[in-house]
């Protein structure tokens, strides 16, 4: 009966997972995981568009946690992507 009921908590603490908040040192390195991620799903041929849009508000949303401003958030992204950028694009 002891592992019935551990396997109920199990099951329990994954309908309700605890909130734990994330060190900036995880968020950082989830960062650059997602810019990697970004830069293989460019480079990737075929329709991965859904992927893209989804990697890329990641990316920008984590951004926004570390308080990095848009700009330099973006210039992430394009140094990360196969289109070709002009320095009067990023200048804004």
């Known amino acids: 009966m002891a592992e019935q009921e551990d396997i109920t908590k199990l099951i329990a603490s994954y309908h309700n997972p605890p909130n734990k908040l994330r060190s900036l040192q995880e968020i950082n390195a989830r960062y650059k995981l997602s810019l990697e991620n970004y830069k293989k799903i460019c480079f990737t041929s075929g329709d991965v568009r859904d992927q893209k ?40």
């Open 53 to 92: 849009i989804a990697v890329h508000a990641e990316i920008k949303m984590l951004g926004w946690v570390l308080g990095k401003p848009d700009k330099d958030v973006i210039k992430d992204i394009a140094e990360h992507s196969n289109r070709p950028t002009f320095p009067t694009q990023l200048q804004k």
